[in-house]
């Protein structure tokens, strides 16, 4: 008897062998083309890309130019006047103009500076109309240019803007 039972015991065994060996079979196929285990997790978990491991060589032509954009989450405006205090600029470590335009989410143009040189900004600046005491939805969009005028990217600093 103990010799059927070591004999019924050896059947899971290779049940469990064999689904471990099937698995390992799908694992395969699905990171096929991948090196290794961790950049078919990478590429799985991006969905729509791979890990960022730096720029390669073809694709877009790129001139290694970087654009930092100051990001704040509110501002304060006075009501009833056009002029206004800012800490807007084109931080010094760009290489590029930007051109640096306030809107309310309903895309109301407020303000709008272009040609920008790197390390040079506004403290003071005068809107194009008054604002009534409120809170509003607002965003300093920076736009970055060459010195030909060929545009770069860009970025949007959503922000608060409170006017008292």
Known sequence: ??????????LPVCIIVLLLLSLAT????LIRGCSTAQDALDHVE?????????????GLKSDNAYAYIP???????????????VNFYNPETNSAK??????????????????VNPGYGF????????????FYDASLTYSFFSDTGEKYNGGIVPFELIVI
């Open 123 to 134: 403290y003071d600046i005068e809107i194009k109309k008054t604002l009534t005491k409120g």
């Open 26 to 29: 799908l694992v395969a196929i």
């Open 71 to 85: 990001g704040f989450t509110e501002l304060t405006f006075k009501s009833g006047t056009v002029h206004q205090s």
């Open 46 to 58: 991006a969905h729509s890309g791979v890990k960022w491991d730096g720029e390669k060589q073809g």
């Open 1 to 10: 008897m103990q010799k059927q039972k070591k004999d019924s015991s050896v």
């Open 98 to 115: 930007a051109t640096l335009t306030l809107k309310l989410s309903d895309g109301t143009v407020l303000w709008e500076e272009e040609n």
